[in-house]
């Protein structure tokens, strides 16, 4: 068991590894820096002096140990757009993300388990179908076309909504967060339900196959025939029992929710990181697209490790099988 | 097979019809009415797609058929130079209906281009893993793992941040992202089919291990290889369609139907919804239509449900 924990830590550090060389190679050697990074009326003197000073002059492994060091130190460069540290930068941004995420998954519950309910128990009904229908179509829209009609219909036609940006803010914790406000929550109301329509059809459906599945089984047979009131039944007996596939399957999603907010910040203009990234990759603000492509390549791999030691912990079959 | 006195004796409309495993498969799919209007549908929008040229009004790109004055008109507007554009005009004055069209033609041919590079890759890497097993398999199906633990956009967004814009590099980014599905379901299907007795006979003969992996092997493997290839054609046609949205995608002199969308996008806000929607909506049916035709692909073929 130990073992191979050591032996899944070691991997996941080489994967981090080779996530670093590829993304140094690629925003590195793919396109000369020193176009972008000296202006060009600078003479020659000029220019390999700056060439030194930044190192480029040095063999590519060389340079590749400073960016390593200096990413150990957490120094990721200062991004030619904004003039600040890439990683403060990104984490100035990201409360605005994890808010719009967090709420996507909350939403994703809220909306997901009630509806996967009454599919399951109702499957023939007409509204059942429907909503089975209806996570089809969730799991394959593109999500920003769906955003572009919720804005359309919800900002545009009706009014009723902001189309656009965060609102109005309100600080806790010296942070900057949207959900405090009337104002904000109607700002996010539309993001996060857009970033959290394919979840919402991912828990409804394991929802509602988990009450098809649980509905015949003896334990709730018998709590019927205890006479327990219908409604205690599926709520305690059924819902429990459910809960924790759906629970789980959400907390994975979590890290893809993440990253997929990219598509919903771009819509509605929310200024998290995703918008960020994209608004540098547009500029090519490379220590920008550097430090946010290892933060969330590393958050990745962490989110994969501590869900693989999990499961083995929890499991036996699964602890079996990799001893095998 | 080859035989041309089969195939004519099989066509003749005297004797019975002889049950094939074609023609069982083609009576199973036009069970579900809405599988055959998906079908339907798709064949009409990929014909739309690949006569564009002929069709279309004006030619979107050709700029001296462009008018300025033309901008922005809602849809049914007279032109200048006469006829109507159906559905509006974008800011350059350019006919909605053919720059959808064009656009249309982009997004098929990169979704499909790239679906099938990726089935090609993908399913090389499945038949190695499963034929040779132990190391081989080890190494790719970690790699697999690897693929896939990453959300589709991130993969993509890597890519393209390194690579920059272009056809080309979407395309490799596609690949990128699909290629996992192919390996695990083709490998998946191909561990079972290797135990089987006529991969023992041809290896009996003594054949090489190439012409048994494509030849006896890869056939059998094909049912769920093509459900697989239905829908990831349909999120290559989707995820591209968001890359390009995104900016991140096909170049601004080749728009695909993302592009057009984000095109619209900023004159939306102010109530002229024609520049955006009208993609969008051809959008939404080509993959809607195409996630019919392989949801009812998946219940034909898959022999856990046969009857």
Request: net charge positive; proline share 5%; glycine share 8%.
């Amino acid at each position: 068991m130990f073992t191979w924990m050591v032996r899944r830590l070691f991997q996941a550090c080489f994967v981090v590894l080779a996530m670093t060389v590829i993304v140094f190679v690629g925003v590195h050697v793919i396109g000369n820096p020193v176009d972008i990074l000296i202006s060009p009326e600078a003479d020659q003197a000029e220019r390999a002096r700056i060439i030194a000073n930044l190192g480029l002059d040095q063999p590519l492994w060389r340079q590749y140990l400073y960016f390593l060091n200096d990413a150990v130190h957490g120094n990721l460069g200062r991004s030619f757009v904004f003039n600040e540290p890439a990683l403060k930068l990104i984490g100035g941004r990201m409360p605005a993300t994890l808010e719009l995420a967090v709420t996507a998954v909350l939403f994703s519950i809220c909306f997901g388990v009630p509806l996967g309910l009454y599919a399951g128990l109702k499957p023939d009904s007409f509204f059942g179908r429907t909503v089975m229908a209806g996570s089809i179509l969730g799991f394959s829209l593109p999500s920003f076309w769906v955003g572009l009609m919720l804005i359309m219909v919800f900002a545009v036609q009706l009014g009723w909504l902001p189309s656009t940006g965060r609102g109005q803010t309100e600080v806790l914790f010296g942070i900057h967060w949207s959900f405090l406000t009337w104002d904000g929550l109607r700002h996010m109301f539309m993001p996060a339900l857009n970033l959290s329509l394919f979840n919402i059809s991912l828990v409804l459906r394991l929802t509602r196959a988990g009450v098809r599945e649980t509905l015949p089984m003896d334990y709730i047979k018998f709590a019927r025939a205890k006479g327990l009131s219908p409604a205690r039944v599926i709520f305690v007996h059924v819902l429990k029992n459910i809960m924790i596939p759906v629970v789980t399957v959400v907390g994975l999603e979590l890290g893809s929710t993440i990253a997929f907010a990219v598509v919903t910040e771009s819509v509605f203009a929310w200024p998290g990181m995703g918008k960020l990234i994209i608004d540098s990759i547009n500029v090519l603000d490379r220590p920008v697209i550097v430090a946010y492509l290892m933060m969330i390549v590393l958050l990745f791999i962490t989110i994969n490790l501590v869900v693989d030691i999990l499961y083995t912990v929890l499991d036996p079959r699964v602890r079996l099988e990799t001893k095998a | 097979m080859t035989d041309p006195s089969h195939a004519v004796a099989a066509d003749a409309p005297v004797l019975p019809k002889e049950e094939t495993p074609f023609r069982r498969f083609v009576s199973e799919f036009a069970e579900s009415k809405l599988a055959l209007v998906g079908l339907a549908v798709f064949s009409v929008i990929a014909l739309l797609a690949i006569f564009a040229s002929w069709i279309t009004p004006q030619n979107p790109y050709d700029l001296a058929q462009l008018d300025i004055m033309d901008g922005r008109l809602p849809p049914g507007s007279k032109s200048l130079s006469g006829y109507t554009f159906i559905l509006g005009t974008d800011d350059q004055g350019r006919d909605m209906f053919s720059g959808m069209l064009f656009g249309l033609r982009i997004s098929l041919s990169v979704g499909v281009g790239s679906a099938l590079f990726a089935a090609v890759v993908g399913t090389t890497l499945g038949l190695l893993a499963a034929f040779f097993g132990r190391r081989v398999d080890t190494v790719i199906m970690r790699l697999v793992d690897l693929q896939l633990s990453f959300p589709s956009i991130l993969v993509a967004l890597m890519i393209l941040a390194v690579l920059g814009k272009g056809v080309m590099n979407v395309m490799l980014a596609l690949v990128m992202v699909e290629w996992a599905y192919y390996a695990r379901t083709v490998r998946a299907t191909a561990m079972v089919e290797r135990r089987r007795e006529y991969i023992e006979a041809a290896q009996c003969l003594a054949l090489p291990w190439r012409r048994i992996m494509f030849r006896h092997l890869l056939p059998n493997c094909l049912p769920p290889l093509i459900v697989v290839a239905t829908q990831q054609v349909a999120r290559a046609i989707a995820l591209e369609a968001t890359l390009s949205f995104l900016g991140l995608g096909v170049p601004i002199t080749e728009p695909s139907l993302g592009l057009l969308i984000a095109n619209g996008y900023q004159y939306m806000l102010s109530g002229k919804y024609w520049i955006s929607f009208y993609p969008g909506l051809a959008l939404l049916v080509t993959i809607v239509s195409i996630n019919l035709v392989g949801d009812q692909l998946r219940d034909v073929l898959n022999p856990r449900l046969k009857k």
